[in-house]
């Protein structure tokens, strides 16, 4: 069982930053790929970003490359998501997922509960 808890959300102008953080309870985090999701109102749950049990290899959405980072650190038990240059379609709330490494979903096991970003234009 992983229990995931996100914080960092807010409000913020476009063209700024904020880092989001995922804390994992539990000894297996490294056991698991990590990726982050978004939900706008109205819309469907979407892919972000998602990154290997080691951090080597990481996969984003094109609405996002060359923006956001996704990073770990499994001494910490922790995954980040650094998003810069934030636009207004970028508001949502974010969820980060532990599972398989993959785009999908369904093939995440274990979902936090959500952090709001919300960026003016």
């Known amino acids: 069982q992983v229990q995931l808890v996100e914080s960092g959300g807010g409000l913020v102008q476009a063209g700024g930053s904020l880092r989001l953080s995922c804390a994992a309870s539990?000894?297996?985090?490294?056991?698991?790929?990590m990726g982050w999701f978004r939900q706008a109102a109205g819309k469907e749950r979407e892919f972000v970003a998602a990154?290997?049990?080691?951090?080597?290899?990481?996969y984003y959405a094109d609405s996002v490359k060359g923006r956001f980072t996704i990073s770990r650190d499994n001494a910490k038990n922790t995954v980040y998501l650094q998003m810069n240059s934030l636009k207004p379609e970028d508001t949502a709330v974010y969820y980060c997922?532990?599972?398989?490494?993959?785009?999908?979903?369904?093939?995440?096991?274990?979902w936090g509960q959500g952090t709001q970003v919300t960026v003016s234009s």
């Open positions: 990154i290997s049990r080691s951090g080597g290899s990481t």
């Open positions: 539990g000894r297996t985090f490294s056991r698991y790929a």
């Open positions: 997922a532990a599972g398989a490494l993959a785009a999908e979903r369904a093939e995440y096991d274990y």
